[in-house]
């Protein structure tokens, strides 16, 4: 089984400021890692797919790098509507979900 | 546009058998592009995959769940269903019904999610 670790685990910003969440994959998933925000009481939406393409209607302000082990989700400019919990997920080998890192207001 | 919607008894017994349906509309379950996933959230904590089933019938289950998982699909009615065995208050969660892309990484589209509490 391949484990996804999400750092930090909680990230404290205020609006306008450069959010820089981590993935790290236990072993190589390729580019095959998506990201999601989810806001409470709602389902999960994607962001990004294959590592770093933008989903459909997603902000450029949001943008993913990375391969094999280590993945960025990166919010360039944070606004009041990104404060939220992300998650990363790979399906290089099944299915997997990190733990998920929080994006709160300073 | 796709929509997903769960439906099943929001309160099962432990021990007992949990059932969900998700049906889709807007599209078509038979596409060879996509699976169908069961994904679940316990109260405050993360994302965790059941499991997914292709149209053909070919499922892929969660190792740590495998032994007590179903997915099935009814083309027909464009629906696909979970079975959950012998459960326990631990499967107390959000369940989600979703569509994921087999060319790429990612879920596109999700349903609205169900709250299913395990108590006697």
């Known amino acids: 089984e391949i484990v996804l670790t999400q750092s930090p685990a909680t990230l404290s910003l205020s609006p306008g400021e450069r959010a820089t969440l981590s993935c790290r994959a236990s072993?190589?998933?390729?580019?095959?890692l998506a990201w999601y925000q989810q806001k409470p009481g709602q389902a999960p939406r994607l962001l990004i797919y294959?590592?770093?393409n933008r989903a459909t209607g997603i902000p450029a302000r949001f943008s993913g790098s990375g391969s094999g082990t280590d993945f960025t989700l990166t919010i360039s400019s944070l606004e009041p509507e990104d404060f939220a919990v992300y998650y990363c997920?790979?399906?290089?080998?099944?299915?997997?979900f990190g733990p998920g890192t929080k994006v709160d207001i300073k | 546009q796709v929509q997903l919607q769960e439906s099943g008894p929001g309160l099962v017994k432990p021990s007992q058998t949990l059932s969900l349906t998700c049906t889709v509309s807007?599209?078509?379950?038979?596409?060879?592009?996509?699976?169908w996933s069961w994904i679940r959230q316990p109260p405050g904590k993360g994302l965790e995959w059941i499991g997914y089933?292709?149209?053909?019938?070919?499922?892929y289950y969660n190792p740590s769940l495998k032994s007590r998982v179903t997915i099935s699909v009814d083309t027909s009615k464009n629906q696909f269903s979970l079975k959950l065995s012998s459960v326990t208050a631990a499967d107390t969660a959000v369940y989600y019904c979703?569509?994921?892309?087999?060319?790429?990484?990612?879920?596109?589209?999700w349903g609205q999610g169900t709250l299913v509490t395990v108590s006697s």
């Open positions: 997920q790979q399906r290089s080998n099944l299915f997997t």
């Open positions: 089933i292709y149209y053909s019938g070919s499922t």
């Open positions: 294959d590592a770093s």
């Open positions: 807007g599209g078509s379950i038979s596409s060879g592009d996509y699976y």
């Open positions: 979703a569509r994921d892309v087999t060319t790429s990484s990612d879920v596109d589209y």
């Open positions: 072993q190589s998933v390729s580019s095959y």
